[in-house]
């Protein structure tokens, strides 16, 4: 009889512990795969992407209004270290916020190395440039304007005009209006918008998401070949040359600067 009395609070012990396991069944109890991961534990690259990226670079890394990242060339020219330092670190003078918690954004960097291999994994395409000598990344001297403009007339002219403000009104024949031509790439206000970076990265890698070649496309026909590092460095300069100058700093110091640094995305 007392074996049987000391055994009921174990078998109350048991019970309970087999109703709080039923309870996780019960309707209205989350189930275990609806239960909403940690911020910092998501490690899919869609939903990364999704939340940090394509408000800025598009959906599926086009049509945004920063640099499609949906661009074999560009990633290729890129390549792993610099996408990584641009995502962790910002660039600086532009409107790419840095991701990185060490420098004050959200992402581990397991998180940042998830969205770089992701982004090379399912948009790159190395074996395209296998064999081929890339542009680098980033200058390491300055270009020269006016072989630049010599430059831009040979590989850009046909959609920007030889001026860059645009193709010519089959109408007049007078360039179209500056800032009023989409074709239009010395606009000041575009180039208020955009760093030296920005005009080097679009230079190379084009725009696929709009028909734009990448650097070994723009001179076709007789004499046609991909552009050399120094016509590319001459290129940027010479649109470089068409920023308006920056506003003289106020002697409180609150005047603009924005036309000298630029301000889009790499």
């Known amino acids: 009889m007392k074996s049987r009395l000391k055994a009921l609070p174990l078998l ?4 309970a512990a087999l109703v709080c396991l ?3 069944s019960m309707p209205g109890y989350p189930r275990q795969e609806s239960e909403v991961a940690r911020p910092d534990e998501v490690l899919d690259f869609n939903t990364l992407y999704k939340q940090n990226c394509s ?3 598009g959906e599926n890394g086009r049509d945004g209004a920063a640099l499609p990242l949906n661009n074999a060339a560009y990633l290729a020219i890129a390549g792993a270290g610099n996408l990584r330092t641009i995502t962790a670190k910002g660039v600086n003078g532009t409107l790419m916020p840095p991701f990185a918690r060490s420098a004050g954004g959200t992402l581990t960097d397991q998180q940042i190395d998830v969205v770089v291999q992701g982004m090379l994994h399912k948009w790159g395409k190395p074996a395209e440039f296998a064999g081929i000598t890339l542009p ?3 200058s390491s001297s300055p270009g020269n304007a006016g072989e ?3 430059t831009f007339v040979a590989a850009c002219s046909r959609c920007h005009g030889v001026d860059g ?4 009104s089959a109408a007049d024949g007078k360039p ?4 009023a031509s989409p074709d239009s790439i010395v606009d000041p206000s575009y180039l208020a918008l955009v760093s030296d970076q920005s005009l080097r990265s679009l230079v190379i890698a084009g725009r696929p998401d709009e028909n734009v070649p990448d650097w070994r496309g723009y001179i076709t026909g007789p004499g046609a070949h991909a552009l050399t590092p120094q016509e590319i460095d001459n290129i940027v300069a010479w649109l470089a040359e068409h920023r308006a100058p920056a506003p003289a700093q106020s002697a409180s110091g609150t005047g603009s600067t924005s036309g ?3 301000k889009e995305i790499q």
């Not at 403000?165 to 010519?168: D, L, M, R, S, V």
């Not at 179209?176 to 800032?179: E, L, P, R, S």
């Open 176 to 179: 179209a209006q500056q800032g």
């Open 165 to 168: 403000t645009g193709i010519k």
């Open 55 to 57: 408000g800025c670079h």
């Open 22 to 24: 039923g309870c996780k």
């Open 148 to 150: 630049g403009q010599k």
């Open 260 to 262: 000298a640094t630029g």
């Open 136 to 138: 680098p990344y980033a």
């Open 12 to 15: 109350a012990l048991g019970a």
